[in-house]
């Protein structure tokens, strides 16, 4: 699809969503948790530990946080750097503790991995790999610089080396893959917050559209009676004024004037038809309506319809949704973008389904692609030849997401295949070998005369003027 503004929010801004207050709680839990550490291990297992250090490293991170609390606002958000700060902080302070509790022979070496988690999750790649970076080096001295642990009685408690080594290869493994698997799903499902915003905009401007349109359906049919009126007082005012041509002129400008008010209002009001029409129309005036922006880009759209199996000739009416309106639209405007000059759409129906197939002539999607199309911000690095072939092509891979998501809503079932596949059972024609699109509606999701859709709307009533 076409690039458009989109307003998405980049990977910088999104990481000022966190609240100051919400790293401040999760610090007094971590705050928390390890002075109860350092009580059990005092007082129950009577280990010798530095106490004067251990609580100065707890202290530093209550201070921390009073100040936090006391200087900044309630709502604070913290930018980019700001996070990065709180987080490294978190990540040098509970490795100052570790390593005055015996480094990676303290089973709790593990909470290590709690900053880098966080950091994949809501920081820029920069900032993680930092972060990640960071650990695996603290990690490394641990391993060899630390105090060791002690009973009262001057034992040391240590594990063997094996398990040094052991704990330190997993701390960095898990660093690494924690890291990576958080960075990864955090991407996939902002990548998926962004698309259906993306969408949700598509759809909200489709159904503007649809709302105007039937505004102005209704002023069309509304201002009839007046426009009636005017032409009708000015036809008389003419006959009446045969002896004052100046004046005479002067009807005949406002008769014709009426006149064009009228023609305008049809055109714009879908010529004079009420909301009947705005809620259903056969199904291929559906998909010329959806095809026609398109309709003068270069290419030849070509537009065929019929019955197959036992589908019956009368071809069905359908709901006129801004989802398949705005869908349809997207897949077809893709589908010139590609072509080389020729488009098809085909609508067909059953008894029981109802179709519309976009095929082109163009070079069809890339094979390592099709499984994954419909997923948002899906697109293959472009070769020269593709831009010079293209030159106004320069999509996101959100505008096949969009039609998916909103033909999807609607009921419909999407699939995307190649003509030039020999497993293709679509189409037979050597000319139309590029991509295909299929969608298929249970024919009683969308038809509108079954069951909960066949709605009585009322006769058209058509301008008199």
Request: glycine share 8%; hydrophobic share 45%.
């Amino acid at each position: 699809m076409r690039s458009t503004q989109t307003g998405l929010i980049s990977e910088t801004e999104r990481s000022s969503w966190i609240r100051l207050r919400t790293l401040i709680f999760l610090r007094w839990v971590a705050i928390a948790g390890q002075l109860i550490a350092i009580t059990v291990a005092q007082q129950m297992y009577n280990l010798r530990l530095e106490l004067g250090l251990c609580y100065l490293a707890v202290g530093v991170s209550v201070i921390g946080n009073l100040i936090a609390i006391f200087v900044f606002p309630e709502n604070k958000r913290l930018t980019e750097t700001e996070n990065f700060l709180m987080v490294l902080f978190d990540l040098l302070q509970l490795s100052f503790l570790l390593y005055l509790t015996g480094g990676l022979h303290n089973p709790f070496a593990l909470l290590l991995l709690g900053p880098v988690t966080i950091s994949a999750t809501v920081m820029t790649l920069r900032s993680t790999v930092i972060i990640g970076g960071t650990a695996i080096i603290l990690v490394t001295l641990l391993a060899e610089f630390h105090l060791p642990l002690r009973t009262e009685q001057g034992f040391i408690l240590r594990i063997p080396d094996i398990f040094v080594f052991g704990n330190w290869a997993a701390i960095i493994i898990a660093t690494i893959f924690m890291g990576a698997y958080s960075r990864r799903v955090s991407t996939e499902m902002h990548s998926m917050g962004d698309a259906l915003a993306a969408t949700q905009m598509a759809l909200a401007r489709e159904q503007k559209l649809t709302d105007l349109g039937g505004v102005v359906a209704a002023a069309a049919h509304e201002m009839g009676t007046p426009l009636a009126t005017i032409k009708l007082a000015s036809s008389e005012l003419i006959e009446e004024l045969e002896n004052s041509p100046e004046l005479r002129e002067d009807a005949i400008l406002i008769r014709e004037q009426a006149d064009r008010c009228r023609d305008i209002l049809r055109d714009m009001g879908r010529a004079g038809k009420d909301d009947l029409h705005l809620r259903q129309a056969p199904l291929s005036a559906v998909v010329q309506e959806a095809a026609e922006p398109h309709m003068r880009r270069g290419k030849t759209i070509h537009f065929e319809e019929g019955p197959i199996a036992d589908g019956g000739y009368a071809q069905p009416s359908i709901l006129r949704k801004p989802e398949v309106i705005h869908g349809l639209r997207n897949l077809i405007q893709n589908a010139v973008d590609f072509a080389r000059a020729n488009i098809w759409v085909e609508c067909l129906w059953t008894e029981d389904l109802i179709s519309v197939r976009i095929l082109d002539d163009g070079r069809g999607y890339p094979s390592h692609l099709i499984g994954r199309i419909g997923d948002p911000f899906v697109r293959r690095r472009r070769s020269d030849s593709d831009r010079t072939a293209r030159p106004e092509y320069e999509g996101m891979g959100l505008g096949l997401f969009i039609a998916k998501t909103l033909l999807e809503r609607t009921g419909a079932e999407l699939t995307f295949s190649n003509g030039s596949d020999p497993y293709q059972s679509i189409t037979s024609d050597k000319n139309r070998r590029g991509a295909i699109v299929e969608v298929v509606w249970p024919r009683a999701m969308i038809d509108a005369q079954l069951g909960e859709n066949a709605i009585p709307l009322g006769t058209n009533k058509p301008i008199e003027v």
